[in-house]
């Protein structure tokens, strides 16, 4: 293969182009009652991209994503890697202030919005972005202006004329996906069309995807695990379905309605389902395989016996790849698992240098592929840089490599929480919590959960004279934080634990966690 060529297939035109050639008229794709074949994809995402030029849309202009499972997004998304724009998707549960945050850190030209989540940008000062146009998907087409600025706001236009792909380079970037800060606001990550790829080509090789399978994924579109399936089908000529949402009582409905035979899950969804009544419901489905970050050993093993699935442990992120996985034959559970080919993985200390196998320290991660990671973070070369130094992303994840290679995960070294599969900058609810007259300081951090992830706690400072209404805070918080962000646990204290500098000590709050003058916003569930 010659060398243009052989960049040229790691592009998502490129992808989208050998569809028809190599899979014809199998299925590729359902979502929300529409359905896709493989020869159908290139076509329908040219007509949409028509639609986006004729909307003054240009290669690099970002186009901001707001909706759920449904096919709009996934066509904008596409469209947009088709003629080198780049998609910038955007969280549901996100309110006004990250909404805006979003659209004038990227610098989105155009907002894609569900109907249902229109109302809010009331709270949303659009003036600080550079739209220049809001499509409404969805709902009653409420067209004119949006309330809080001059933006055009129009229903979402039909499709366009086909346009012809744009020449799209491997390091290109394809979308900017927002995770969340760790001692600041979120970041953008860079992910070029090459990295894309390689997520598709990594996962469908970890859990043996054939063109005879069923992707089912109830994972949201704005995030990398859903929209690397699509690239999985893509690539191995599988059918992809895009449930709407995850629903304990009607997943396994859900699985054997659409023949899945390959699952997507996070670690707090495989508790929640094991706590629904054992039935036969759980085995009349053909899911042969799933894959299960962040489930425990003992969790893995009662789904299994339950349900006759095995779940694959792994390790990714936004900014790297499917680097570690575990396999079907692994020879134990409770790790990782094994990095991948194409892949190199370090355990390191503070100055970067290789700690030896059963030592703690920070993974550094770098790919034998061009552009198979993301680039950097948009608009932050200081953050990228010091993510990147010594040619190694630090992942700010402590973990032990293990003498026969696995590598088992210790904690996170990030200010960072994980609840309900969902990545919280503690920053970010900091910020919301003293926007209110009553916090005079607060420091908000990770506490054990019942299901395998995080609660948010936070300890606070009331202002002098002022006493703190803790169901009024959390009702504050409701418009201005996503739901999954807003702290279960908070503690009014006296003082923080500092160092000598006056940076508060969060390892010490942590460790402290939940006490009996806690205040719960959950008490009936178990603690």
Not at 110 to 136: F, H, M, P
Request: negative net charge.
């Amino acid at each position: 293969m010659k060398e243009a060529e052989a960049s040229s297939v790691r592009t998502l035109p490129a992808m989208l182009q050998g569809l028809a050639a190599r899979f014809g008229d199998k299925p590729l794709l359902s979502i929300a009652g529409t359905r896709w074949t493989h020869a159908q994809a290139a076509d329908i995402v040219a007509r949409r991209a028509g639609a986006l030029r004729r909307a003054g849309v240009q290669r690099g202009d970002r186009v901001a994503l707001m909706c759920g499972n449904r096919v709009e997004c996934l066509e904008v998304f596409l469209a947009c890697g088709w003629i080198g724009a780049v998609s910038v998707p955007i969280n549901t549960a996100s309110m006004g202030p990250q909404i805006q945050y979003f659209l004038a850190n990227s610098g989105a030209r155009l907002l894609v919005i569900e109907d249902a989540l229109a109302d809010r940008l009331q709270t949303a000062d659009l003036s600080q972005c550079e739209l220049a146009g809001i499509w409404i998907v969805g709902g009653n087409n409420n067209e004119g202006q949006s309330r809080k600025s001059t933006v055009p706001c129009v229903h979402m236009p039909d499709d366009g004329e086909a346009t012809e792909a744009a020449d799209v380079q491997p390091g290109d970037t394809l979308a900017i996906l927002y995770t969340s800060g760790t001692t600041g606001p979120a970041k953008g990550v860079t992910c070029p069309h090459a990295q894309f790829h390689w997520w598709g080509a990594n996962t469908a090789r970890i859990l043996g995807v054939t063109e005879g399978d069923v992707l089912c994924t109830t994972l949201p579109l704005f995030h990398i695990n859903a929209l690397n399936t699509f690239a999985q089908a893509a690539l191995t000529g599988a059918e992809v379905v895009f449930a709407p949402r995850f629903s304990a009582s009607g997943f396994w409905p859900a699985m054997r309605d659409c023949g899945a035979t390959v699952v997507y899950l996070l670690g707090a969804m495989v508790p929640i389902l094991l706590a629904q009544p054992e039935g036969e419901g759980e085995r009349s489905h053909r899911v042969r395989i799933g894959l299960g970050p962040g489930v425990t050993a003992q969790a893995g093993a009662d789904f299994r016996r339950r349900t006759g699935v095995q779940l694959l442990e792994g390790y990714g992120s936004t900014e790297t790849n499917f680097v570690i996985a575990t396999r079907p034959d692994a020879p134990r559970t409770g790790v990782m698992g094994w990095l991948q080919p194409g892949f190199d993985a370090r355990v390191a200390d503070t100055a970067d240098a290789a700690l030896p196998d059963g030592h703690a320290g920070e993974l550094l991660l770098r790919a034998d592929e061009p552009f198979a990671f993301a680039t950097g973070y948009f608009g932050m070369p200081d953050k990228t840089v010091e993510a990147w130094r010594n040619l190694w992303f630090h992942t700010g994840d402590r973990v032990v490599r293990e003498p026969d290679g696995a590598f088992r995960f210790i904690d996170r070294m990030k200010d960072a929480i994980r609840r309900r599969g969902e990545n919280i900058s503690s920053y970010e609810v900091e910020q919301v919590l003293l926007s209110h007259p009553s916090v005079a300081t607060v420091a908000v951090y990770p506490v054990s959960s019942e299901l395998a992830e995080d609660e948010v706690m936070a300890s606070l400072i009331a202002q002098p004279g002022t006493r703190v209404d803790l169901a009024e805070l959390v009702a504050f918080c409701e418009g201005r934080l996503p739901y999954f962000a807003i702290p279960r646990y908070i503690d009014i204290v006296d003082d923080l634990p500092r160092t000598e500098n006056g940076k508060v000590q969060k390892f010490k709050l942590r460790e402290r966690g939940v006490t009996a003058t806690t205040w719960d916003r959950a008490p009936s569930r178990k603690k």
